[in-house]
Nanobody, 127 residues
């Protein structure tokens, strides 16, 4: 089971980025994907999740309306579209896989375990 995040970069406030998480080696056991971030000096936090079973999506309040998580099955990729970037969005972003079907925002933000992690991709927001 491997996950590879990419797509980070330097963006001005108000700009957009699309992060990609390529998943490989999955056959059974991964039922949800989450995107997380860790800003300098802060704890890692979940920002968004997608449940494979019903494609339900979940978001942290601070990113609702600006972040969109979606999946391209043919490309084995889960994306995080980030619009209207703010300085507080600057962080290393990670994607992770969970063996649970996530069914609530609470579960996404800390209620379930994510067992498989990819390396992060850095998002810098600066003018």
């Amino acid at each position: 089971v491997q996950l590879q995040a990419s797509g980070g970069g330097l963006v001005q406030p108000g700009g957009s980025l699309r992060l990609s998480c390529v998943t490989s080696g999955f056959r059974l056991g991964v039922y949800s994907i989450g995107w997380f971030r860790r800003a300098p000096g802060k704890e890692r936090e979940a920002v968004s999740c997608l449940s494979y079973r019903d494609r339900r999506t979940f978001y942290r309040d601070s990113v609702k309306g600006r972040f969109t998580i979606f999946r391209d099955i043919d490309k084995n990729t889960v994306y995080l579209q980030i619009d209207n970037l703010k300085p507080e969005d600057a962080a290393v972003y990670y994607c992770a896989g969970s063996g649970y079907y996530i069914t609530s925002t609470n579960a996404c933000l800390g209620g379930v375990a994510f067992e498989s992690w990819g390396q992060g991709t850095l998002v810098t927001v600066s003018s």
